[in-house]
């Protein structure tokens, strides 16, 4: 049985509600209040955490203008040089404790992806719950060993990697000290089609790492998440925004709020209907149960008459003998006179 987790003062695994994150990512467009109203829109769609990501384009890469630093492959970032699409997309350092007090008084955990060392140095001193390790990062081993070293619970994102990987970024974040993992499915496309997601890896990958196991989503839409949730995945992460309409590199491919509140509404209708394994009557069946199928007299009959099947049939409701004894009650007789629409029972056959 794979393990559970706590993040903050919420317990996190089978059993437990699933733990939705809102990514703040870029959506913020570089203006602090509104990432502010973002985290307020998360707070109001349901979500328990809001995510950010902690870095400057130089702790990311460098400025240089050589094809290896150039965006391609279709993306919706291809010709960008990624020093300044990272100059673009950071969240000021300086903003992440005032907007981690924004998310306290709402109630909300707040961590954020660390890209380099000195940003978990920086996540340490602002006390975050957890750290988070990027799809991209998750072969950056200096840097998972330095998260693990925290004792802090650690999220790994998987886009991309292969199983050797995942293990390799495992066992690192275990022999640094790392006792409470989780892993995210994640499919690194934005946004990320359908067909390329690959659900069912989820329950594989807790069989193979008894770790809690959530999905990190880039698809368009609700879809992608309930099904992770019914596949046992016990957080699910995707980026909000307050309008794809919005300028910004991450905008295309993020939840709106009425969306966002929509996913966490279904996510939490599909954990309950989850429930446990049970057979039998469940809450309110019971009031149909009197409707299933009995042996009912269906006409009138006189002492001595013979049960055949145009007098006894097995009909609804069911307040008669059980459709079982069918053959044993055909043929036998009337042990007295019976008016049409009496439920069957042994002291009316001989």
Same mark, same amino acid.
């Given at each position: 049985?794979?393990?559970? *987790?706590?993040?903050?003062?919420?317990?996190?695994?089978?059993?437990? !509600?699933?733990?939705?994150?809102?990514?703040?990512?870029?959506?913020?467009?570089?203006?602090?209040?509104?990432?502010?109203?973002?985290?307020?829109?998360?707070?109001?769609?349901?979500?328990?955490?809001?995510?950010?990501?902690?870095?400057?384009?130089?702790? *990311?890469?460098?400025?240089?203008?050589?094809?290896?630093?150039?965006?391609?492959?279709?993306? %919706?970032?291809?010709?960008?040089?990624?020093?300044?699409?990272?100059?673009?997309?950071?969240?000021?350092?300086?903003?992440? !404790?005032?907007?981690?007090?924004?998310? @306290?008084?709402?109630?909300?955990?707040?961590?954020?992806?660390?890209?380099?060392?000195?940003?978990?140095? =920086? %996540?340490?001193?602002?006390?975050?719950?957890?750290?988070?390790?990027?799809?991209?990062?998750?072969?950056?081993?200096?840097?998972?060993?330095?998260?693990?070293?925290?004792? @802090?619970?650690?999220?790994?994102?998987?886009? *991309?990697?292969?199983?050797?990987?995942?293990? #390799?970024?495992?066992?690192?974040?275990?022999?640094? $000290?790392?006792?409470?993992?989780?892993?995210?499915?994640?499919?690194?496309?934005? !946004?990320?089609?359908?067909?390329?997601?690959?659900?069912?890896?989820?329950?594989?990958?807790?069989?193979?790492?008894?770790?809690?196991? $959530? %999905?990190?989503? +880039?698809?368009?839409?609700?879809?992608?998440?309930?099904?992770?949730?019914?596949?046992?995945?016990?957080?699910?992460?995707? +980026?909000?925004?307050?309008?794809?309409?919005?300028?910004?590199?991450?905008?295309?491919?993020?939840?709106?709020?009425?969306?966002?509140?929509? *996913?966490? &509404?279904?996510?939490?209708?599909? #954990?309950?209907?989850?429930?446990?394994?049970?057979?039998?009557?469940?809450?309110?069946?019971?009031?149909?149960?009197?409707?299933?199928?009995?042996? =009912?007299?269906?006409?009138?009959?006189? &002492?001595? &008459?013979?049960?055949?099947?145009?007098?006894?049939?097995?009909?609804?409701?069911?307040? $008669?003998?059980?459709?079982?004894?069918?053959?044993?009650?055909?043929?036998?007789?009337?042990?007295?006179?019976?008016?049409?629409?009496?439920?069957?029972?042994?002291?009316?056959?001989?």
């Amino acid at each position: 049985m794979p393990a559970s *987790m706590r993040i903050g003062k919420r317990e996190i695994g089978l059993g437990h !509600p699933v733990y939705v994150v809102a990514e703040l990512s870029a959506n913020h467009n570089q203006s602090f209040d509104q990432a502010v109203r973002i985290i307020k829109a998360a707070k109001e769609a349901g979500a328990d955490a809001i995510k950010l990501q902690t870095y400057t384009a130089d702790t *990311m890469t460098m400025p240089s203008q050589r094809e290896y630093f150039q965006v391609r492959g279709g993306t %919706l970032w291809d010709g960008r040089i990624l020093y300044d699409l990272y100059c673009e997309a950071y969240t000021p350092w300086e903003w992440q !404790p005032k907007l981690q007090q924004v998310a @306290k008084d709402l109630g909300m955990d707040f961590f954020s992806s660390a890209f380099d060392g000195t940003a978990v140095n =920086f %996540l340490e001193k602002m006390n975050v719950p957890v750290h988070k390790i990027a799809s991209c990062e998750l072969v950056d081993i200096p840097l998972i060993q330095i998260m693990a070293r925290t004792g @802090k619970p650690l999220i790994l994102s998987t886009g *991309m990697a292969t199983q050797e990987e995942i293990d #390799e970024a495992v066992e690192t974040a275990r022999r640094a $000290g790392a006792r409470e993992i989780a892993l995210l499915k994640c499919t690194s496309a934005y !946004p990320a089609p359908a067909e390329d997601m690959n659900l069912r890896t989820i329950p594989e990958m807790m069989r193979r790492y008894q770790l809690v196991v $959530g %999905l990190s989503d +880039h698809t368009m839409g609700l879809a992608a998440p309930v099904a992770a949730v019914a596949l046992g995945a016990g957080i699910i992460e995707k +980026h909000l925004a307050l309008s794809r309409s919005l300028p910004g590199p991450d905008s295309a491919f993020s939840l709106e709020p009425d969306e966002f509140k929509a *996913m966490v &509404e279904a996510v939490r209708v599909a #954990e309950k209907a989850l429930g446990e394994v049970h057979f039998g009557v469940s809450g309110k069946e019971a009031v149909g149960r009197p409707f299933r199928r009995s042996l =009912f007299v269906v006409r009138d009959m006189i &002492e001595g &008459e013979t049960f055949t099947s145009s007098n006894v049939r097995s009909i609804r409701p069911g307040q $008669g003998l059980h459709t079982r004894h069918l053959p044993e009650v055909l043929g036998k007789k009337a042990a007295r006179n019976i008016d049409g629409g009496t439920p069957l029972s042994w002291d009316l056959v001989v």
